[in-house]
């Protein structure tokens, strides 16, 4: 007879069991921290390669602290760079694969109109960029702009493009969409589960309020939080947490902005009211309300968020209501928040910890990275099991800001 079945006490018999199912349940190839957008397309790239992986999240999921909530965002292949439009290319064709895979509707095609100042070098730029990659287009003239959307002004000087099969994405559907399908492949999410503790190694170590657990490699997608994850490695990178007043203005007559009369996603770059760029998407989440925001905000804490109060960006939109857009009135009427975390040149991290090598790290995706979530997740992926990027990863590299990051050691 054995030692355990001699045993009095059940709990004895039951403890070596126990405790090799509790290690097993703490031990992954790969623990993604965050489950925005990226970490929650990257945990679900690992678990299609079979990866044991493990999704954590702070907040009870879905939440809207974060950079990943809200019911829409564009998806478009007009950049001032190739090689966004080339990642783009690749993003189209997973998100579509998405919504066969689960059986939902991602993406509405609206059509994307560039705007800006003939002398502007960024809209200049996105046109280049546009005819360059042969993506379907239209160029909008002063004769001809009202005919296609009459719903908006373009000013005197200005030139106009359409990036035609841009559009909206759903994006809380896509994020639970996203979380599912990896929850399907025997992925695991725990939520409520804030990171409190890093220990990097061969094996790295990641604490919880919650418990203990192990990986082989360990991604960080923390988005505004990324800084403070990081300060567990000894790194700190140049980013900058601002938040986005997100604002929806109301239709004078109800509908007119609706993408069923064809109201396409529009940005203004380089615009008379300010520098940064002026976005909008056709009303969808509040009927009769048209979300038009302010490409920048006011720096801030993630964790005092609220506190934050500047409505400077306000009167900007205001003023750009005001001339180009008579069929709304210009005072928002429902402001919600968001945040952008902003790297100086506005491109994304994407790269290996310089010390750590499997600990890799996506962040800084600058207010424009949910589109990208399909690749970026293959990519973060790719660099945690230490296969060769799919694209140039170079403009991502951490060693860009050689002079601006900090060594926290
Ligand atoms: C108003 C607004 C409009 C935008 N418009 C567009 C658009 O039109 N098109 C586009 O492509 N992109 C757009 N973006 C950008 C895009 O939404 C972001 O780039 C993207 O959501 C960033 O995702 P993320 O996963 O990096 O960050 P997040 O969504 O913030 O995810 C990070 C997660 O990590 C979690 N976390 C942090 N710390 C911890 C911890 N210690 N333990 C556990 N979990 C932790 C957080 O709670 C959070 O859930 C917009 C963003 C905003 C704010
Ligand atoms: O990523 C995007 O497509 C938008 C453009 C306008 C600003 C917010 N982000």
């Known amino acids: 007879m054995s030692q355990t079945q001699d045993c009095p006490h059940e709990v ?9 199912q509790m290690s097993t349940e703490r031990e992954y190839d790969c623990i993604v921290i965050g489950a925005g957008v990226q970490g929650s397309f990257t945990a679900y790239q690992l678990a299609k390669n079979n990866k044991k992986t493990l999704l954590l999240e702070q907040f009870v999921l879905p939440h809207t602290r974060g950079s990943s909530h809200g019911q829409t965002r564009i998806i478009r292949k007009a950049y001032t760079q190739d090689f ?5 290319e690749e993003c189209y064709v997973l998100w579509a694969q998405l919504e066969r895979e689960a059986g939902v509707k991602l993406y509405r095609q609206t059509g994307l109109l560039v705007m800006g100042p003939e002398n502007s070098n960024n809209y200049q730029l996105i046109r280049n960029t546009l005819q360059r990659n042969k993506i379907p287009m239209m160029t909008l003239t002063h004769d001809n702009f009202s005919q296609h959307i009459p719903q908006m002004k373009l000013a005197k000087g200005y030139e106009a493009v359409v990036d035609i099969t841009a559009g909206v994405l759903y994006a809380d559907r896509a994020l ?3 979380q599912g399908q990896f929850q399907r492949l025997g992925g695991i999410i725990k939520d409520k589960e804030m990171v409190t503790d890093i220990k990097p190694g061969p094996v790295v170590t990641v604490s919880t309020n919650a418990g203990v657990y192990r990986a082989k490699s360990v991604v960080i997608t923390a988005g505004p939080w990324a800084n403070k994850m990081l300060a567990h490695t000894g790194l700190q990178l140049p980013l900058e947490v601002v938040k986005i007043n997100v604002c929806y203005w109301k239709e004078k007559v109800p509908g007119t902005y609706n993408v069923k009369q064809r109201f396409p996603c529009f940005i203004l770059t380089e615009g008379e009211e300010s520098n940064e760029d002026i976005y909008g998407l056709p009303s969808n989440e509040y009927p009769g309300l048209v979300k038009i925001c302010y490409h920048m905000g006011s720096k801030t804490n993630p964790d005092q968020r609220d506190m934050q109060t500047d409505r400077s960006d306000i009167d900007i939109l205001q003023c750009f209501i005001h001339r180009c857009l008579p069929g709304l009135i210009p005072e928002p009427a429902v402001v919600e928040h968001c945040m952008y975390t902003l790297t100086p040149d506005r491109h994304f991290v994407l790269d290996c910890h310089p010390n750590y090598r499997n600990i890799v790290i996506g962040a800084g995706f600058s207010g424009h990275g949910f589109k990208f979530g399909p690749v970026i ?20 590299q951490i060693r860009r800001f050689q002079a601006q990051t900090k060594s926290v050691l």
């Open 176 to 178: 639970s969409t996203i």
């Open 12 to 20: 004895c018999s039951t403890l070596p069991l126990l405790t090799a």
């Open 84 to 88: 966004y439009t080339h990642m783009m």
């Open 377 to 396: 997740g293959k990519l973060l992926c790719e660099l945690s099991l230490g296969q060769e990027p799919s694209y140039d990863l170079s403009p991502f």
